[in-house]
């Protein structure tokens, strides 16, 4: 596995109160999903709150990215979701 994150793009998906990210391994392109309760996890003051969600991210992205690759390590799918118990 070579999962990286050249793609610094994020974004918030409001109705699914979720943060959609992207990696790749070799040239096989993966979504993530940072689910509302790990974001929760991270810092409870955000809520669902798009532009404090995406700050929140972007100021954790090495913890989440990290987090990211050992879920995706043990099911190596198209998408994966993180969830407060993978942080």
Do not use: T
């Amino acid at each position: 596995m070579s999962l990286h994150f050249p793609n610094r793009s994020r974004s918030y998906n409001e109705s699914r109160h979720r943060i959609q990210f992207w990696g790749h391994d070799s040239a096989k392109e993966v979504s993530f999903y940072l689910e509302a309760d790990a974001i929760a996890r991270i810092d409870p003051s955000v809520g669902q709150n798009e532009d404090a969600a995406l700050r929140m991210f972007d100021a954790n992205r090495e913890r989440i990215e990290h987090a990211a690759a050992r879920v995706y390590s043990r099911q190596a799918n198209a998408s994966c979701m993180l969830n407060a118990s993978d942080l």
